[in-house]
């Protein structure tokens, strides 16, 4: 089983379309989780930290399932600028620094 | 807003010639890492580095890579002699590290490596 799993996507979504990305997560020691994006050809940036009792911050809202090892993004009101990919990332916090572990990512694509 | 920044932000090498990647970490940040991806591939870690020294490392980075902190700001990824398969975009993040493992990892810009 991949360390971080999620759907590459492409999804193509209308604009003020709700979408939904899912992830798994295969260590149940996993502590930390992350919702990045990437736009093409750019580096990662942090969009969210996923917390336990689920988090939201304006059109975003992030959710975690231990029990499932499972983390959603959820994207309200969608805008042509929040196409990009957006990466499920895992810090391994067996190590000593506590890399970060990324899954392929998804591909949003907002149509106008 | 403080940033990790990185040079050169494109490369362009022979195969079998050594590659210096140069990153100024944030400057009160005390963890330093690199992650490379390969075009179309996800983002992978390469290295870890605290206190001046490796503290963790991935069987990527085997002994044609090294890492160095040669004064107070730079960090280095040097590849000794490049394989067609070096050829990736190489990230360099920072961590402040005194929270444990919640905090942030902030990203450079990368490195566009391209091995001919």
């Known amino acids: 089983r991949k360390e971080v799993e999620q759907d590459p996507g492409p999804f193509n979504v209308p604009e003020g379309a709700t979408v939904a990305f899912n992830c798994t997560y295969s260590?149940?020691?996993?502590?930390?989780f992350f919702w990045y994006r990437q736009d093409c050809r750019k580096e990662p940036k942090l969009l969210m930290s996923?917390?336990?009792s689920g988090n939201e911050d304006g059109r975003f809202t992030a959710q975690l399932n231990r029990a499932s090892q499972y983390i959603s993004l959820l994207i309200r009101d969608s805008k042509l600028s929040d196409s990009a990919t957006y990466l499920c990332?895992?810090?391994?916090?067996?190590?000593?620094?506590?890399?970060?572990?990324f899954g392929t990512g998804t591909l949003l694509a907002v149509q106008p | 807003e403080p940033e990790v920044t990185q040079t050169p932000s494109h490369q362009v090498t022979q195969m079998g010639q050594e590659v210096i990647l140069r990153c100024v970490p944030i400057?009160?940040?005390?963890?330093f890492y690199w992650y490379r991806q390969i075009l179309g591939q996800k983002v992978e870690f390469l290295v870890s580095?605290?206190?001046?020294?490796?503290?963790?490392k991935s069987e990527i980075f085997d002994d044609q890579f090294s890492v160095e902190r040669p004064d107070g700001s730079n960090f280095t990824l040097k590849i000794r002699s490049t394989k067609l398969e070096d050829s990736a975009m190489y990230f360099c993040?920072?961590?402040?590290?005194?929270?444990?493992?919640?905090?942030?990892?902030?990203f450079g810009p990368g490195t566009r490596l391209l091995v001919l």
């Open positions: 993040a920072s961590k402040l590290g005194l929270a444990g493992g919640q905090e942030t990892q902030y």
């Open positions: 260590n149940s020691a996993s502590q930390s």
């Open positions: 996923v917390y336990s």
């Open positions: 990332v895992v810090a391994d916090h067996g190590g000593a620094t506590n890399k970060l572990i």
């Open positions: 400057s009160n940040h005390l963890y």
């Open positions: 580095f605290y206190n001046n020294e490796i503290s963790e």
